[in-house]
């Protein structure tokens, strides 16, 4: 599969997506609904570290379209209601326009996300996070 999900800690509090290769809507929806699976299961929030540093491998016109539109903020959300914190590792810039218009469209969405070169820096910007959070 092209869409890898695991737990980035022995807490499983920080889910982790790796994106391997071409892979297609449907294994993001199927990959989504796996994660709505565990999030209902809990009673606390659980963030996500989004691995695309070895590339997205989507065509841009497909992105820019209204569905791919709809799909990238279901992932930038991990599904409809998403809110906790989530990272995403090695956006190109065309990740970041796609961020920039959605943000631009629903300035309240998306608040939660942001951008890492590395997953040590991604895991570095959660656990600074925790740490406001719980102070």
């Known amino acids: 599969m092209a869409i890898e999900l695991y737990w980035d800690n022995d807490a499983q509090t920080t889910l982790l997506l790796e994106f391997n290769g071409r892979w297609t809507w ?11 699976k565990i999030t209902d299961a809990v009673d606390y929030e659980i963030a996500a570290l989004v691995d695309v540093s070895r590339g997205l491998h989507i065509l841009p016109g497909d992105l820019f379209s209204a569905e791919g539109l709809h799909n990238a903020r279901l992932l930038m959300t991990l599904g409809h209601d998403g809110t906790g914190p989530l990272v995403i590792v090695g956006a190109n810039p065309l990740i970041k326009t796609v961020y920039d218009v959605l943000h631009k469209l629903d300035p309240s969405a998306l608040g939660n996300v942001r951008f890492a070169k590395t997953l040590e820096e991604a895991r570095l910007l959660l656990k600074n996070s925790s740490a406001k959070d719980a102070g």
């Open 26 to 36: 449907e294994e993001l929806h199927r990959t989504l609904a796996a994660i709505k």
